[in-house]
């Protein structure tokens, strides 16, 4: 099973175990159903999936196991991860960082 996409090794063994299927990143994106570039993109850490979107990695690389859904604690580990509800705008800009973003421009509406 593929650890919390927030875990340091995440990238490291969605790659491993992308290759371990003998998968490509376009493959295994267009597998679980996303768009061609969007494995590349995670194993980046470009981007971090979504419970859903980790759902159904761990479905296509680990068939054979009984993962159903994520586990409490998992889904815990998500969603205080990604929640920026109250976040200052400084925690906001350090978590686009963190996803890969190099450079973030805030305007007025």
């Not at 490291?12 to 998968?23: H, I």
């Not at 999936?49 to 680990?62: G, H, Q, T, V, Y």
């Not at 906001?92 to 190099?102: S, T, Y």
């Amino acid at each position: 099973m593929l650890p919390n996409p927030n875990a340091k090794n995440f990238t490291e063994s969605l790659r491993s175990a992308r290759k371990a299927a003998n998968m490509t990143q376009k493959e295994l994106s267009l597998a679980a159903g996303f768009f061609e570039g969007m494995v590349g993109l995670y194993e980046r850490r470009v981007h971090v999936p979504e419970p859903d979107s980790w759902l159904k990695l761990n479905k296509i690389l680990f068939p054979h196991s009984e993962l159903v859904a994520p586990s409490a604690e998992v889904i815990d580990d998500f969603e205080d991860a990604v929640s920026l509800t109250g976040a200052t705008v400084e925690e906001i800009l350090e978590e686009l960082k963190r996803r890969g973003f190099a450079k973030v421009t805030l305007g007025t509406a």
